[in-house]
């Protein structure tokens, strides 16, 4: 479809909700070990959490899904969902806490617009917790375009930042 149409500037994306095959071992996750907030929860089939109050950040159930296998890494679906934490101590922080915990990382990287964190919660979903550097430190091209890219995040670096 061709169209002049363009989403607006402000529009935000406002939650996922994830099928999940044990509704407790996601809480723990995301609860646990993220320390998102258990906004409501109706029985063993479904939770929302968030961050700071919100309605829900992240949707958790099991109504398709309960004791289900993770799905293939070769199968179409999520990529990842991404947490976009405001600092990057907030960040370093979180880092530290999954290190300490022995919580495996499947990627890291800086992206020269932000860093981040990859890791897979315990149904197979990827997850990215990343920070944004301020718009006025990204990198551009010489035409103005945003230039992205990804090298190695320095995670030793950003555990000294933990403290």
Known sequence: MKSNYTIPRNTKIG???LKVADLQRALDFYCGLLGFELVTQWGDSAAFISAGGYHHH????TWQSKDGPRPPKN???LFHHAILYP???DLAVIYKRLHDAGYPLTGAADHGVSEALYLDDPDGNGVELYWDRPRDQWPVKS???IEM???ALDLEGLLREAG
Do not use: F, Q
């Open 15 to 17: 939650h996922v909700h």
């Open 58 to 61: 992240i949707g958790l159930n």
């Open 75 to 77: 199968a179409t679906g």
């Open 87 to 89: 600092t990057r101590k």
């Open 143 to 145: 035409d103005g375009s």
């Open 149 to 151: 890219y990804t090298v």
